[in-house]
């Protein structure tokens, strides 16, 4: 405790609250609020007064207290509320001088704590008897009788306290009959459509707006069954004072209108989509079954595939081993015919003809199946070379048909340019003039250009006739090349191939022969074949099928030159 002395009063109260019972104990704290109240207090008394109540742990009481259940305590929890009150009171202003530290880090945090519990636990008792009381309240016809009445200050007090109790608890709403809300809706909207008091409509549409922001169900409720408030507020009751409220509930109406008529539309696409699977539905099911048949079948099917590969599979087992059984009984009556000094020699001629029978099957596998995958990557590359052939042809067409650019006639001369161009002719031939060259001149220069003309064209004529001769005999040197390689052995020569050597026509003949079956050939490919040659036009030869068949072809005979 502190030096100086104590007041007397605290003193009285702390001896009083040491001797009670504990639930006695918030009656007696109540009398600190007549000490801390008293009109004759200065400041300095005042603060001596805190100093006091928490030196002698009168504060500590007040803390522990408020985590009491005040219903079970003499005055409820009004003495709750004034113990909060007294507490605050002495915590405000209050100068701790011993142990500073202990007021600030615990005694003040429980006090905070405990006020903020006791502030939960009213807040909770008032919500729950707001909702019993407006929900009797609701349910009560005398509240009914009040909100119908004709008499304007008791409709508008009426609509204003039920506002004010659906503020603090909309959920009541929710539990109450129908047929009493309903009955408070139709009120409501009827004194919108016959009052015409600014008042009654501000009422009126703050309750609406509550309600509708409150659950989507009532504001569903409002559209559907009052289908005209919307144009009934917008007509009646803008420019009247409220207009902010007003425009907050024709926006939620509007909006619910527009949810509506969309929920409309889906569900009538629903019920659509809905009809043409029910019509599809029997073809669906036929399909269904169909490829449950089906699958059925396959099953079936493979069944017995398998069950008649198990029976071959036995089949050819038994053949084998019967076949193996026969063989080892001819091999036993050849050694029994065959002399003994010949069994080992028989052995030997039958294992080599065993292994040359099995290599040969082994060849004949390897290569078939290496044929097998060398005929398919050669088909592939001829397929890409008659692909990028064709596709070549058809890009060198499209270039070839791109139209030129048209001309562009030449910009006209103005005067000035043609008068400065004609000056710089001038003085050019001014600085080179021309020669003199007389007739004689002329005519002589003539008669050596036309000389000279015609020991060129003579020149080139024979220059000419030397290129045809030794293309000529380079093509004789080709043909008889290639009958040089294509001549049998010596051994094996006759006089008919002499004459093909011997002779100049046979040899025009036979290779006539062979371009003609080669063209014969050509024209019996399959059209997979021939396929790059779709882009060619039809009096064109391609330059490569020439060389190919007629580049070695001599044609025998004398040139005359």
């Known amino acids: 405790p502190p030096m100086a002395a104590a007041d007397p009063r605290v003193l009285a109260v702390a001896a009083r609250v040491a001797e009670s019972r504990e639930r006695d104990v918030p009656a007696l704290l109540l009398a600190l609020k007549e000490i801390l109240n008293s009109p004759s207090l200065g400041r300095k008394e005042s603060e001596k007064i805190k100093q006091d109540v928490y030196y002698y742990d009168l504060a500590q009481y007040c803390v522990l207290v408020l985590r009491q259940d005040f219903s079970r305590v003499r005055g409820g929890w009004a003495t709750a509320a004034q113990l909060a009150e007294i507490l605050s009171h002495c915590c405000v202003g209050l100068e701790v001088k011993e142990d500073p530290e202990e007021f600030y880090t615990k005694f003040l945090p429980s006090a905070i704590d405990n006020l903020l519990l006791l502030g939960r636990r009213l807040q909770a008792r008032f919500i729950r008897a707001v909702k019993v009381f407006t929900f009797h309240m609701l349910q009560n016809d005398h509240f009914l009788q009040l909100l119908v009445t004709d008499d304007v200050e008791t409709a508008v007090i009426m609509m204003s306290v039920l506002h004010s109790i659906l503020g603090v608890n909309s959920s009541v709403l929710l539990q109450v009959d129908e047929e009493t809300f309903h009955s408070v809706l139709d009120e409501l909207v009827y004194k919108l459509s016959s009052a015409t008091n600014p008042v009654i409509g501000n009422a009126a549409t703050k309750l609406l707006l509550l309600i509708a922001k409150f659950c989507k169900q009532l504001l569903n409720l409002l559209t559907t069954r009052y289908k005209g408030l919307k144009v009934l507020l917008s007509k009646q009751w803008t420019g009247k004072g409220f207009d902010k409220d007003l425009s907050q509930l024709l926006d939620l109406l509007y909006l619910e209108q527009l949810h509506q008529a969309a929920c409309i539309i889906q569900a009538a696409w629903r019920g659509f989509q809905t009809r043409k699977r029910l019509k599809k539905l029997p073809q669906a099911v036929t399909i269904l079954q169909r490829s449950f048949r089906a699958k059925r079948e396959q099953e079936r099917q493979h069944l017995e595939k398998q069950k008649e590969d198990e029976a071959l599979k036995l089949q050819m087992q038994l053949q084998r081993q019967r076949a193996m059984r026969l063989f080892h009984e001819r091999q036993l009556a050849l050694l029994e015919i065959i002399h003994a000094s ?21 060849r004949g596998y390897r290569a078939r199946r290496s044929f097998h995958q060398q005929r398919q990557s050669l088909k592939e590359y001829k397929a890409a070379v008659v692909i990028q052939r064709a596709a070549c042809k058809f890009l060198e067409k499209q270039r070839s048909k791109r139209p030129l650019s048209p001309w562009k006639d030449p910009k006209g001369l103005t005067d000035e340019q043609r008068l400065a161009l004609q000056q710089k002719v001038d003085d050019y031939i001014k600085l080179h003039p021309a020669s003199q060259m007389s007739e004689e001149m002329s005519k002589e220069l003539h008669m050596q250009a036309q000389e000279k003309l015609a020991q060129f064209m003579l020149r080139s004529k024979l220059d000419q006739r030397a290129a045809q001769r030794r293309e000529t005999l380079l093509a004789q040197v080709n043909t008889d090349v290639e009958l040089l390689m294509n001549a049998p052995q010596l051994a094996e020569t006759t006089e008919k ?10 040899p025009v003949a036979t290779k006539a022969k ?48």
């Open 342 to 362: 010949q069994v080992n020699k028989h052995l030997q001629e039958t294992e080599v003809k065993s292994a040359l029978t099995i290599q040969r099957f082994w």
């Open 497 to 506: 191939d002499l004459a093909v050597f011997m002779s100049r026509s046979v």
């Open 514 to 561: 062979q371009s003609h079956n080669a063209m014969l050939k050509y024209a019996r490919w399959p059209w997979w074949k021939k396929l790059g040659d779709e882009f060619v036009e039809d009096d064109v030869i391609p330059d490569d099928a020439l060389n190919a068949e007629l580049g070695s072809l001599f044609i025998g005979g004398r040139k005359s030159y």
